[in-house]
C-alpha cells in the first residue's frame, strides 16, 4: 500500500503512469517541508520494485530494503554531514553527483529500474546540477529521478524544465489530526500538532522539533520581562547557534508567537496556533498595545530577511532583542 497521506490526485496520477509503464523519467516533487515528498518517493521506488500485491506491499524483500535504503538499484542523495563539525554541509557537491550519473549508465542492479531521490535539490552545487543536467537531457533507459524541493525557485530553470512538476500541497488540519491519531497521539496533542504543523503531517511527527518550540517560545515570553543585560546574553548565544547551525527556526516560531499575540489582541483568540501558551498570550496581550506588536513582528521578519542576506549575526539580533517591548514586573 503506499503510506504517502494526503495528495490523492498526485498518486493517483503517478499511479496511473505505472500500471500504463509510462512513468516519466524525471520528476520534481516540491511542497514544504515534512510534507510527504520523501514518502511519495519512496513509494515510487517500493512500486518500480516489490514483488507482491497489491505494489508496494512493504512485506517482500525489496520494499524493506528499500525502506532501508540499502536496495542497490535506489539511491537516496542528500546533503552530507561535514566530517569536522558533523553537521550538514551547504551543497550537494559534484562527487555525489558524479556518482549519480555514474550509477544512471549502469543497468539495474536487481530491479527493472534505477531510481534517484534527490533530497533538497535546491542544494546542489552549480557543478552537481549541471552533472545531472547532461544526463537529464539524455536519460539512460530504464532510470527514473525523483528531485524533492521545498524551495524549486532556486533549482537551474533547465533542470526544472527537464522534470514532471508534481506538487504536493499542505494538507487539511483534520486530515493530519486522523493521522496523527492514528500514530498514537492523544486528541489534545494530535490537535495542537496539526495546528502548528502548518498542514504538514511529517511535522507533527517531529518530536525534537516541539522540543525546540518549547524552548524558544518560553524564550520569546521571557524577553517580555527581562533588561538589557539578559537581552545582551540572549542575542550572544543565539548569534553562536546561528554562526553553527545557519536556521533561522527560532526567530521563525518567535514570529508565530508574536502573531498568536497580535490576534489575540485584535480578538480573536480561537485563531492562534500556539494554543497552549494561551495564559501568557493572553497576559501579553493585555499589556501589549497593536502598534508594539506590529512593530515587533516587522523587526523579526527585517532580522530574518537580513540574516538571509549574511548580516553580521550579533548585531542584527542585539538590535532586534533590544528594540522588542519591554513588560514591568
Given at each position: 500500500?503506499?503510506?504517502?497521506?494526503?495528495?490523492?490526485?498526485?498518486?493517483?496520477?503517478?499511479?496511473?503512469?505505472?500500471?500504463?509503464?509510462?512513468?516519466?523519467?524525471?520528476?520534481?516533487?516540491?511542497?514544504?517541508p515534512?510534507?510527504?515528498?520523501?514518502?511519495?518517493?519512496?513509494?515510487?521506488?517500493?512500486?518500480?520494485?516489490?514483488?507482491?500485491?497489491?505494489?508496494?506491499?512493504?512485506?517482500?524483500?525489496?520494499?524493506?530494503?528499500?525502506?532501508?535504503?540499502?536496495?542497490?538499484?535506489?539511491?537516496?542523495?542528500?546533503?552530507?554531514?561535514?566530517?569536522?563539525?558533523?553537521?550538514?554541509?551547504?551543497?550537494?557537491?559534484?562527487?555525489?553527483?558524479?556518482?549519480?550519473?555514474?550509477?544512471?549508465?549502469?543497468?539495474?542492479?536487481?530491479?527493472?529500474?534505477?531510481?534517484?531521490i534527490?533530497?533538497?535539490?535546491?542544494?546542489?552545487?552549480?557543478?552537481?546540477?549541471?552533472?545531472?543536467?547532461?544526463?537529464?537531457?539524455?536519460?539512460?533507459?530504464?532510470?527514473?529521478?525523483?528531485?524533492?524541493s521545498?524551495?524549486?525557485?532556486?533549482?537551474?530553470?533547465?533542470?526544472?524544465?527537464?522534470?514532471?512538476?508534481?506538487?504536493?500541497?499542505?494538507?487539511?488540519?483534520?486530515?493530519?489530526?486522523?493521522?496523527?491519531?492514528?500514530?498514537?497521539?492523544?486528541?489534545?496533542e494530535?490537535?495542537?500538532?496539526?495546528r502548528?504543523?502548518?498542514?504538514?503531517?511529517?511535522r507533527?511527527?517531529?518530536?525534537?522539533?516541539?522540543?525546540?518550540?518549547?524552548?524558544?517560545?518560553?524564550?520569546?515570553?521571557?524577553?517580555?520581562?527581562?533588561g538589557?543585560?539578559q537581552?545582551?546574553?540572549?542575542?550572544?548565544?543565539?548569534?553562536?547557534?546561528?554562526?553553527?547551525?545557519?536556521?533561522?527556526?527560532?526567530?521563525?516560531?518567535?514570529?508565530?508567537?508574536?502573531?498568536?499575540?497580535?490576534?489575540?489582541?485584535?480578538?480573536?483568540?480561537?485563531?492562534?496556533?500556539?494554543?497552549?501558551?494561551?495564559?501568557?498570550?493572553e497576559?501579553?496581550?493585555?499589556?501589549?498595545?497593536?502598534?508594539?506588536?506590529?512593530?515587533?513582528?516587522?523587526?523579526?521578519?527585517?532580522?530574518?530577511?537580513?540574516?538571509?542576506?549574511?548580516?553580521?549575526?550579533?548585531?542584527?539580533?542585539?538590535?532586534?532583542?533590544?528594540?522588542?517591548?519591554?513588560?514591568?514586573?
Open positions: 500500500m503506499w503510506r504517502t497521506v494526503g495528495h490523492p490526485q498526485v498518486v493517483s496520477l503517478l499511479q496511473r503512469s505505472l500500471a500504463a509503464g509510462r512513468l516519466a523519467h524525471a520528476y520534481l516533487l516540491v511542497g514544504p515534512h510534507v510527504g515528498k520523501g514518502t511519495l518517493a519512496l513509494d515510487v521506488a517500493r512500486a518500480l520494485h516489490c514483488e507482491g500485491e497489491p505494489s508496494p506491499c512493504g512485506a517482500c524483500g525489496p520494499c524493506q530494503t528499500i525502506d532501508r535504503r540499502v536496495h542497490p538499484d535506489v539511491l537516496w542523495v542528500g546533503l552530507l554531514a561535514d566530517e569536522k563539525t558533523g553537521r550538514p554541509r551547504t551543497e550537494i557537491s559534484i562527487d555525489q553527483m558524479r556518482e549519480v550519473t555514474s550509477l544512471a549508465a549502469l543497468p539495474p542492479f536487481q530491479g527493472g529500474h534505477r531510481v534517484f534527490i533530497d533538497g535539490a535546491e542544494h546542489l552545487s552549480p557543478a552537481g546540477a549541471n552533472a545531472l543536467l547532461k544526463t537529464l537531457e539524455e536519460p539512460p533507459p530504464q532510470v527514473v529521478f525523483l528531485l524533492l521545498a524551495a524549486e525557485g532556486a533549482l537551474l530553470p533547465t533542470i526544472t524544465s527537464r522534470c514532471q512538476r508534481l506538487e504536493l500541497r499542505p494538507l487539511p488540519e483534520a486530515e493530519v489530526v486522523r493521522f496523527l491519531e492514528a500514530r498514537g497521539l492523544a486528541p489534545d494530535a490537535r495542537l500538532r496539526a502548528l504543523s502548518g498542514g504538514c503531517p511529517g507533527g511527527l517531529d518530536t525534537e522539533f516541539f522540543q525546540r518550540r518549547q524552548e524558544a517560545l518560553a524564550q520569546a515570553e521571557a524577553l517580555l520581562g527581562e538589557v543585560g537581552r545582551l546574553a540572549l542575542a550572544a548565544e543565539l548569534a553562536a547557534h546561528y554562526e553553527r547551525e545557519r536556521d533561522v527556526e527560532f526567530l521563525d516560531l518567535w514570529m508565530g508567537w508574536w502573531r498568536d499575540l497580535l490576534l489575540v489582541r485584535a480578538g480573536c483568540p480561537g485563531a492562534v496556533a500556539n494554543a497552549d501558551r494561551a495564559p501568557r498570550l497576559q501579553a496581550a493585555r499589556a501589549l498595545s497593536l502598534p508594539q506588536i506590529r512593530a515587533a513582528l516587522g523587526s523579526l521578519r527585517s532580522t530574518v530577511e537580513g540574516l538571509r542576506r549574511h548580516a553580521n549575526p550579533r548585531l542584527a539580533l542585539e538590535v532586534l532583542v533590544l528594540g522588542l517591548p519591554r513588560l514591568e514586573a
